[in-house]
């Protein structure tokens, strides 16, 4: 199984990034999936969420109403659409699979990760 995220870079605040996940070697349909965060010195912390049944979407608080989490099972690829970027939002990103979780942020709930791409928000 491979999930490789993109789309990661250096934006202005208040600009806007999308970032991809493509994921191959699992059947990706039937697989929730999330993005997850991480900034130098900080535990790795939840951004959004989307299930593969029905489509619900989940977003922590700090992101809600500027992001937006969308799959596209045809191309196994995972976006989280980033608006309103602030120095607060960098970090490194990474998008995550799992199976059926019962807690979409956690992430002792996911199966596999991707590698991580570098959001970094200049003020």
């Known amino acids: 199984v491979q999930l490789q995220a993109s789309g990661g870079g250096l934006v202005q605040a208040g600009g806007s990034l999308r970032l991809s996940c493509a994921a191959s070697?699992?059947?990706?349909?039937?697989?929730?999936m999330g993005w997850f965060r991480q900034a130098p010195g900080n535990e790795r912390e939840f951004v959004a969420a989307?299930?593969?049944?029905?489509?619900?979407?989940y977003y922590a608080d700090s992101v809600k109403g500027r992001f937006a989490i969308s799959r596209e099972d045809a191309k196994n690829t995972v976006y989280l659409q980033m608006n309103g970027l602030n120095a607060e939002d960098t970090a490194v990103y990474y998008c995550?699979?799992?199976?059926?979780?019962?807690?979409?942020?956690?992430?002792?709930?996911?199966?596999?990760w991707g590698q991580g791409t570098q959001v970094t928000v200049s003020s």
């Open positions: 070697g699992l059947t990706f349909r039937r697989y929730d």
């Open positions: 989307i299930r593969w049944v029905g489509g619900s979407t």
């Open positions: 995550a699979a799992g199976s059926g979780y019962r807690d979409y942020a956690a992430p002792y709930e996911y199966d596999y």
